[in-house]
């Protein structure tokens, strides 16, 4: 398959062969079915990232084929949200003949959310100068009210920021509707849809517990707001500082207050809980931590996690490597046995999957 092509006949046979992927690779654990959660087979992708490409007068978006290393020209993005995918060729007709936007423009960055707010990033290999903010003000007031875009304008040690650099992403999570600040550059869910079914899903299977919630790698808070109303406090814990800034941010934008978010490593929250430290200004003493729930990058949890992990009477695992969580689930199995398994299809026509376990002690 080309880069930027989709094919939603085949939409269905290839999350069948997602899922049989996965029930041969947890085949020793005595998985329950694995529940699908689908994408939309087009028009699914919140983020999209474009080296702009100059050819004489014509000017286009590319990208680059992760095998041949060859340049792909993209005249429409059908794996992108529609509201990108419209905009693209919009940008380009109107910054084609504009020099102080098309001037060694090297690549665009698309942020959209459900909820039709657009965010693009116009990163140059030249230092933007008050000419070029002129021309972007005068561009957004062109683009309005059709395209009500959020402009923003980068170079090296250098960020113009004409209104704001995020967007606000609106998930309806249990009937509530939840508001999360996704700020330019930051880490967010790529597929917005098949994320909000994610949250509904540990929502769903968290009910109302008269007990707390420990979170790690809580990033903007995607889980914590979600789950808030499940638990009676929630302590979710981060590294990044832009994703505890959004964090907080989103805390106070649900008014939720009995989420306490933590800037530390799930390492030294792992070690301090192993080791009877405190947990910075955080009083557990008169906490009831019984659920913990974990979403590690692709490497997995490590060791003093998983220690730590197998300790909680409840364990929700997101993994975005399905043969990272078989390894953890090695160790795991010995101390939980999963209760639900779901398949997370974010990224449609690709080997990559993203699964969610529920695990209890045994």
Not at 9 to 17: C, H, N, R, V
Not at 27 to 38: E, F, K, M, N
Not at 224 to 247: G, H, M, P
């Amino acid at each position: 398959m080309r880069i930027g092509q989709v094919f939603p006949a085949d939409y269905e046979s290839q999350l069948a062969t997602k899922k049989a992927l996965l029930q041969d690779l947890f085949a020793a654990y005595a998985l329950p079915d694995i529940s699908l959660y689908r994408s939309e087979p087009q028009h699914f992708r919140q983020r999209a990232e474009f080296r702009i490409w100059h050819d004489g007068d014509d000017i286009y978006h590319a990208m680059f084929d992760p095998q041949t290393k060859q340049k792909v020209r993209i005249d429409y993005f059908p794996v992108a949200a529609k509201l990108i995918a419209d905009f693209m060729p919009v940008l380009l007709s109107k910054i084609q003949y504009n020099h102080p936007l098309r001037y060694k423009l090297y690549q665009v960055d698309y942020l959209a959310t459900l909820s039709g707010e657009l965010l693009i990033s116009m990163i140059y290999k030249r230092q933007l100068d008050e000419q070029w903010q002129q021309a972007a003000e005068q561009l957004t007031k062109e683009l309005l009210p059709d395209w009500p875009v959020k402009i923003i304008g980068r170079a090296r040690k250098q960020k113009i920021v004409l209104t704001d650099d995020f967007v606000t992403e609106r998930f309806t999570v249990n009937e509530q509707t939840l508001a999360y600040q996704q700020v330019e550059g930051s880490f967010t869910q790529p597929n917005a849809g098949v994320n909000q079914q994610m949250l509904n899903w540990a929502n769903q299977l968290a009910g109302k517990r008269n007990s707390d919630l420990l979170e790690l790698y809580c990033g903007n808070a995607n889980f914590s707001l979600a789950l808030a109303d499940c638990f009676n406090q929630v302590v979710a814990t981060e590294i990044s500082r832009t994703s505890i800034k959004s964090a907080e941010h989103n805390i106070k934008l649900n008014n939720i207050n009995n989420v306490q978010v933590l800037q530390m490593s799930a390492e030294d929250v792992s070690q301090a809980l192993l080791t009877g430290s405190a947990l910075k200004h955080i009083d557990l003493a008169g906490m009831s931590l019984n659920t913990v729930l974990v979403d590690p990058p692709r490497a997995g949890l490590d060791n003093d996690t998983l220690q730590l992990v197998s300790q909680f009477n409840d364990i929700i695992y997101i993994s975005c490597n399905p043969q990272t969580l078989a390894d953890n689930l090695d160790y795991l199995n010995k101390t939980h046995r999963v209760v639900n398994a779901a398949l997370f299809d974010q990224f449609p026509y690709s080997h990559h999957v993203e699964t969610g376990l529920w695990l209890q002690k045994r």
